[in-house]
């Protein structure tokens, strides 16, 4: 069965095994496939990587609550009536 590897490079699970951080440095800043008996298993992503995937989660989220509430009633509110 073909399995889509979204990732332009990929190593074995053994190749993690022998070389951790040399497998990570492989993908020069971006995810590494890491295969199992040639399917993908899981994705290897460095840390600078992950966060600024997960940066970009949480401001979509943020632009999806802001475009729902877009057309909701303004209600001004004095700092002082707090």
């Given at each position: ?22 497998t990570?440095?492989a ?56």
């Open positions: 069965m073909p399995n889509a590897v979204l990732a332009r490079v990929a190593a074995s699970v053994t190749e993690l095994k022998r070389d951790p951080m040399g990570v440095a993908g020069e800043g971006a995810a590494v496939a890491i295969l199992n008996r040639n399917a993908p298993a899981f994705y290897c992503v460095p840390a600078e990587a992950y966060e600024a995937m997960i940066e970009r989660l949480e401001d979509a989220e943020l632009n999806a609550i802001a475009e729902a509430r877009k057309g909701e009633a303004v209600i001004k509110v004095s700092l002082d009536d707090l």
